[in-house]
């Protein structure tokens, strides 16, 4: 139901901007989320936007490094990142809900998720 694009494979320090668009409703209304999931780790909350935009949360392994955003015009959430390390690796998925609290870090608070996008960071 949502469906995530622009991984790939990325040297350290380079950047890549993730999209996150959802198939047949409006993201308007919801707050959208980014996880991650690296190799043998457990899936994580790295990123957060309310449905207004007025609140952005980031996981302090990424934050002044990640940037979130939405354009509502697009229907789409991005995630730029920049600086990007190894252990930036992994899955990344976008996920959206009518949440009970502001840019919740807990997977359940969310009802639609997209597939998962591989993010490599490697020379």
């Known amino acids: 139901q949502l469906v995530e694009s622009g991984g790939g494979l990325v040297q350290p320090g380079g950047s890549l901007r993730l999209s996150c668009t959802p198939s047949?409703?409006?993201?308007?209304?919801?707050?959208v989320a980014w996880f991650r999931q690296a190799p043998g780790k457990e899936r994580e909350a790295i990123s957060c936007i309310s449905n207004s935009g007025g609140s952005i949360n980031y996981a302090d392994s990424v934050k002044g490094r990640f940037t979130i955003s939405r354009d509502n015009a697009k229907n789409t959430v991005f995630l730029q990142m920049n600086s990007l390390k190894p252990e930036d690796t992994g899955i990344y998925y976008c996920?959206?809900?009518?949440?009970?609290?502001?840019?919740?870090?807990?997977?359940?608070?969310?009802?639609?998720w997209g597939q998962g996008i591989q993010v490599t960071v490697s020379t």
């Open positions: 047949g409703f409006t993201l308007k209304y919801l707050a």
């Open positions: 996920a959206a809900g009518t949440t009970t609290t502001i840019c919740p870090t807990a997977g359940y608070e969310y009802d639609y």
